[in-house]
């Protein structure tokens, strides 16, 4: 796919990098992780509790591009974004080298991400694929996690395969992304459907670009499933919300399906996705805009994260949604991760700082409920969940910390305390771990 640049992008133009200072501050290898909870994430809540949050963002100035693509980044190793092509969603072919390299050299911390990862039972070429035709998601019948979990074999088999070379686990994702789109036909159950259109569908995107380019791997069959059953959805849901009020849905649902739009675009090498994924993002009305997911900025370079009155499970998965969108969009070449001096930096922050059980500030949140946009607020953050963990610090970490030499600490100290990181499976066997793909010690350390 060819590099995405500023005049493709709806009214908002793309700045390349904001400029980001600091030392890096990573725990040393010989102490990276100190302790690792065993704390399982609980199973999203019903489509009625999950409805509902946006509140006016803090008025917060854009970033002036300098010229097409923006000043240059100023980071610690001259990083700038990608150029675009495949494999260019989560990883790049760079990535899955330096993957490779130190996990033959056995060096810390990828080789304990390693081990995370093949003490995995998704991750053995031994996994049966359970495909089905209808996918429900919330209401009667619900049997998505046959969809869950097999992507995320496919994914964990994918990525083995690209670091070992193990050609078992290549032809055991190939096997299972084969079965799939020879069978689904259709996502359907109550409001929760969105939900599984977005998260599995920007995740069997990236399963799928692992093994793109292997004989025997059904390129077309795979591109026409994403577009004529995962994407339909995604787009109803952003263009309507459901028929609720615009702020009625909390950030995870846009975050979600934005996520899977983006992930299709680069994944069928359609431009108008990725692009509208990425204008969404610079000036989408909903929760999942980048001023709506993040709306309030504090001092101390925090910034509070829609979702953080209502739980912390949730914002921790909206985190990690924003870490995934910005990771694909800056390997096709846009910066999201720079917007606004780093605000998903300074959500992180925030989030992972009250996480650890450290005070945060918060400012009150309101916003339209329902169909009607009745008036709702929350005045204090949420200790529901409070300090769980999920698989989503490691790949914002790295790049503000690793390519930027941005100071990180309460994330630095996050994954110190609960890395190294898993992936599905590994946090719960609800829908909820499965939220993220995971394995990011292993993928983004640098």
């Not at 096997?175 to 799939?180: K, P, S």
């Not at 953050?381 to 100071?407: D, K, L």
Request: charged share 20%; aromatic share 10%; net charge negative.
């Amino acid at each position: 796919m060819s590099k995405h640049r500023a005049n493709n992008v709806k009214r908002r133009r793309i700045i390349v990098g904001a400029a980001a200072t600091g030392g890096l501050a990573a725990a040393s290898a010989a102490g990276y992780w100190l302790t690792r909870s065993d704390d399982e994430p609980a199973t999203p809540p019903t489509a009625e509790e999950s409805a509902s949050p946006t509140a006016e963002p803090s008025a917060s100035p854009s970033p002036e591009p300098d010229g097409e693509r923006g000043a240059a980044n100023s980071t610690k190793d001259g990083a700038l974004p990608g150029k675009g092509g495949h494999p260019g969603l989560l990883h790049t072919q760079d990535d899955f080298d330096r993957m490779a390299e130190k996990v033959s050299a056995g060096e810390s911390p990828w080789i304990e991400g390693w081990n995370r990862l093949t003490a995995n039972g998704r991750s053995h070429a031994d996994w049966g694929a359970r495909p089905t035709a209808v996918v429900i998601r919330g209401g009667d019948g619900s049997n998505v996690g046959v969809l869950f979990t097999d992507v995320h074999a496919a994914y964990q088999n994918a990525l083995r395969w690209r670091i070992s070379g193990d050609e078992a686990h290549r032809d055991k994702a190939v096997e299972i992304l084969n079965a799939w789109s020879a069978t689904l036909t259709e996502i359907n159950g109550n409001a929760d459907r969105f939900l599984a259109a977005g998260i599995y569908g920007y995740q069997a995107a990236n399963a799928a670009e692992l093994v793109r380019d292997v004989d025997g791997f059904e390129l077309g069959r795979f591109q026409d499933m994403l577009a004529d059953v995962f994407y339909p959805l995604n787009d109803h849901f952003l263009t309507n919300h459901n028929d609720a009020c615009v702020t009625n849905y909390w950030s995870n649902w846009d975050l979600c399906n934005l996520a899977s739009v983006m992930a299709i675009g680069v994944f069928n090498e359609d431009q108008s996705l990725f692009d509208r994924a990425v204008d969404y993002m610079y000036n989408g009305e909903g929760n999942g805009s980048l001023d709506n997911a993040i709306p309030f900025v504090h001092d101390g370079g925090l910034a509070q994260q829609q979702e953080s009155g209502r739980d912390q499970a949730h914002s921790l998965m909206a985190t990690g949604l924003l870490g995934a969108i910005c990771e694909m969009a800056w390997n096709q070449g846009v910066d999201l991760y720079g917007y606004d001096d780093g605000k998903v930096a300074k959500c992180a922050e925030y989030v992972a700082r009250y996480n650890l059980g450290r005070d945060v500030p918060f400012t009150t949140y309101q916003w339209g409920h329902g169909q009607t946009c009745a008036p709702r607020e929350q005045t204090v953050i949420s200790e529901t969940q409070r300090g769980q963990v999920r698989p989503v610090w490691e790949s914002i970490y790295h790049h503000y910390a690793g390519r930027q030499g941005r100071e990180m600490p309460n994330v630095a100290d996050m994954i110190a305390q609960n890395g190294p990181e898993g992936g599905g499976g590994d946090y719960g066997g609800g829908s909820g771990g499965y939220d993220a793909l995971g394995f990011g010690t292993l993928a983004f350390a640098r």
